[in-house]
C-alpha cells in the first residue's frame, strides 16, 4: 500500500487517518470518503442533498450535481456537466459544458474542457484534458492483456500487438 500523502502534497488531510489504498482502490471508496468529509469541511460550503459547494465556486444553470460530491473554493462548472459516483474537485478546477465526471479525485487547477469523461481517476494539480478526451481507471488483471487494432488504410489491414510494451506489427 502506498501512503499517497508522502507523493501527493495536497492529499486531502480529512483523508489522512483512513486505510492506506492502492492509488486504483481509491475510486471505489471516494463517495465513503466524502460522506465523511462533510462534517470537517467547516464554514463556507453549502450542503444539501449529499453536495457540498463552495459559496465562491460557480455553478451554470444545467449542470447536474448527484452526492456524494464537494466542489471547492473557485471552481467553475458549467452547463450541462455531470458530477455522479462521488466526485471531490479541490479549489480552481474547472469542468467544462458536456463534461462528465464520475467516481474521480481532482486536484487544484485541473482544467477539462467540454465534452469529456472522467471515471474512477485520481487527476492531478493542474492538469488540462482538452476536449473530447476520455479517461478511466480500468485495472486490466486479464492473463492475455494484447491488445489487436485493426486499421483500414489504403485497403491494407494492419495489426498491432503489444505484448508488455513492445509492439509488434503485422500486415494481413
Known sequence: MLDLGAYIQS?????????????WDIPAGVPILLERAFAGLGGGYLIADGV???HSATV???AVLKGPAIVGPGCFLAAHCYLRGGVWLAGDCVVG??????????????RFAHFNFVGDSLVGSDVNLEA??????????????????QLALLWQIFE????FGIPEIHIA
Not at 132 to 149: E, K, P, Q, S, T
Not at 160 to 163: G, K, T
Open 11 to 23: 492529499w486531502p488531510r480529512f483523508w489522512a487517518d483512513r486505510p492506506r489504498l492502492d492509488p
Open 52 to 54: 457540498a459547494v463552495h
Open 60 to 62: 451554470e444553470i444545467g
Open 97 to 110: 459544458p458536456g463534461c462528465e465526471v464520475k467516481s474521480s479525485i481532482v486536484f487544484e487547477k485541473a
Open 132 to 149: 473530447g478526451a476520455i479517461v478511466a481507471n480500468y485495472r486490466n488483471d486479464l492473463a492475455d492483456r494484447r491488445l489487436r487494432i
Open 160 to 163: 498491432v500487438h503489444d505484448i
